[in-house]
Nanobody
Framework: QVQLGESGGGLVQAGGSLRLSCAAS????????MGWFRQAPGKEREFVAA????????NYADSVKGRFTISRDNAKNTVFLQMNSLKPEDTAVYYC??????????????????WGQGTQVTVSS
């Protein structure tokens, strides 16, 4: 069982930055690949970024590539999402999640086992 808790969301103007954190319980954090997803009102949940167990592999949705950076600190059981050059279309609830499946499936939300409660990010124009 893994429990996840996101923090760091808020209201920011377009062009600004936010850093999301996701703290995980348990001693097996380094066994899981981690992902960030987001869901805007009226839209389906979509993949944002993923990082492999060791942190050596990262992947991003095309819409955030070059603006967002995912990282993890296995010693602190925490994964981060640094979001720069934010746009109004980045407004959504952001969720972190864990998966024990192959990292190549990082975009598939249905293969993530545990999810946080989400944190709201609102970008004003």
């Amino acid at each position: 069982q893994v429990q996840l808790g996101e923090s760091g969301g808020g209201l920011v103007q377009a062009g600004g930055s936010l850093r999301l954190s996701c703290a995980a319980s348990g001693r097996t954090f380094s066994s899981y690949h981690m992902g960030w997803f987001r869901q805007a009102p009226g839209k389906e949940r979509e993949f944002v970024a993923a990082v492999s167990r060791s942190g050596g592999g990262t992947n991003y949705a095309d819409s955030v590539k070059g603006r967002f950076t995912i990282s993890r600190d296995n010693a602190k059981n925490t994964v981060f999402l640094q979001m720069n050059s934010l746009k109004p279309e980045d407004t959504a609830v952001y969720y972190c999640a864990t998966t024990a499946h192959y990292y190549s499936y990082y975009e598939r939300a249905d293969l993530y086992d545990y999810w946080g409660q989400g944190t709201q990010v609102t970008v004003s124009s």
